[in-house]
């Protein structure tokens, strides 16, 4: 049986585990690598494979219209993410831990997290009752206009499970202003 990795996150779990993304992916015979999660590319993905698999990838893309002639731009990206995003990857740890860290502050306001965050993705919970998850998620990014704080998009997840993704464009300042209106937005569901 063939192993196949899809790599979304995989140079942010080589650094939460202190690894090559080489090392991760010695056992598999196949792995896509995302250019944007994390690495900030604005497209863009690589295939990694051994060389049958590769034209054969490039064989079927090309025959379901993926073939892209002016391509070298968004390569050029792709590469500078690679050889430099990925040396600033553990700011995004550590603004994540400081960011969950913060939130368990607010535990007494119903916010529930797992202090144990290894990577940029912060998981947690909103005590039932007050606001549904899903509203909490909506408010929070409507949060400037309904309470004059800043905006912050969050993703639901199943079982009324939140994240929040911390990447190169939030600093530390901005997880202070993304706490402030997390706890806006949950007192004022009071």
Same mark, same amino acid.
């Given at each position: ?49 051994? /060389? %049958? @698999?590769?034209? =054969? ?7 379901? &219209? ?7 731009? $968004? ?58 998850? /899903? %509203? @909490?998620?909506? =408010? ?7 309470? &004059? ?7 639901? $997840? ?33």
């Amino acid at each position: 049986m063939k192993l196949h990795i899809d790599g979304a996150r995989i140079f942010n779990a080589a650094i939460a585990l202190n690894t090559s993304v080489a090392k991760l992916l010695e056992k598999a015979d196949s792995a896509v690598l995302s250019l944007c999660k994390g690495l900030c590319a604005p497209v863009g993905a690589v295939v990694v494979g051994s /060389r %049958e @698999f590769i034209e =054969k990838a490039f064989r079927v893309r090309g025959s379901l &219209g993926g073939h892209w002639g002016q391509s070298g731009i $968004l390569a050029a990206a792709g590469i500078y993410a690679i050889e430099n995003m990925t040396k600033r990857l553990q700011v995004d740890h550590d603004n994540a831990k400081l960011f969950c860290k913060k939130l368990a502050e607010l535990s007494q306001l119903g916010f529930q997290v797992d202090e144990d965050v290894q990577t940029n993705l912060v998981v947690f919970r909103i005590k039932e009752g007050r606001i549904t998850p /899903r %509203e @909490f998620v909506a =408010k929070c990014k409507a949060a400037k206009e309904l309470y &004059g704080v800043a905006n912050v998009r969050l993703a639901l $997840l199943e079982h009324g499970n939140i994240r929040a993704a911390i990447y190169r464009d939030i600093s530390k300042e901005h997880v202070e202003l993304s706490i402030l209106t997390l706890r806006t937005v949950l007192e004022k569901a009071q």
